[in-house]
């Protein structure tokens, strides 16, 4: 008998159990392009959402971190000038610091992020603007809705786990596939866990797929 998977970011995918975590909501009215000329995105909810504000966005340039990001952009007609594949924190600053060093950049993001890409890039020298342009809020669950024992719980940002942990306790019998390594890093102590191949979630689900027939406990 194998294992549950439960997929716990917004959009549901075949093979796995919904149990989405967050909730978007746009914060902002209008994007101020004024004093740049190249945008960042790092997910696709930042890019939905500032179509929906101002579709002036896909005239500029775009630097796409993710693939699904990348996507996205290229999706809703914006032009993609770089796409980091597998950079995370300051590894990812520090390449974007290297090759736009002589831009004006405008970070379009959500209220929380796990690295404070700003600090980083102003000590290297880049001119970065941000704005926010959505925030994320949890998702309330029963504990009748918590994943059964040995599942394998897929967790595509830090958000997901927050929200999961915020829900339900952790159980010793779960395993969870994290989508990289910024995400890991906010798992519950000594959680079993394996790391996606790629930052995708086709690729976490890949690697849940891959295990779900053992390591029963």
């Known amino acids: 008998m194998s294992r549950a998977v439960y997929l716990l970011s917004p959009t549901p995918k075949d093979g796995t159990i919904a149990l989405p975590m967050i909730d978007f909501s746009t914060t902002a009215t209008a994007i101020d392009f004024s004093q740049n000329d190249t945008l960042i995105f790092t997910s696709k909810q930042a890019v939905v959402t500032a179509d929906t504000i101002d579709k002036r966005w896909k005239t500029y340039p775009s630097i796409a971190i993710g693939s699904a990001t990348k996507k996205q952009i290229e999706d809703l007609g914006g032009k993609v000038i770089y796409h980091p ?9 520090a390449d974007i610091a290297s090759f736009f060093r002589d831009k004006k950049l405008l970070y379009l993001r959500p209220k929380e992020v796990s690295f404070d890409s700003k600090a980083f890039l102003e000590k290297a020298g880049v001119t970065l603007q941000e704005q926010v342009i959505y925030e994320t809020s949890c998702i309330s669950y ?3 809705e918590k994943p059964s024992k040995n599942a394998i719980i897929i967790f595509t940002s830090p958000s997901t786990i927050h929200c999961f942990l915020k829900n339900f306790k952790w159980d010793e019998s ?3 596939v994290v989508i990289g390594k910024a995400t890991k890093v906010h798992l519950p102590k000594n959680a079993d866990y394996v790391v996606a191949d790629t930052p995708l979630i086709v690729s976490c689900i890949e690697k849940a797929n891959s295990i779900k027939n053992f390591y029963f406990k």
């Open 174 to 176: 779960y395993t969870a």
């Open 85 to 93: 594949k597998s950079f995370y924190g300051e590894a990812l600053s």
């Open 142 to 144: 029963t504990t009748k």
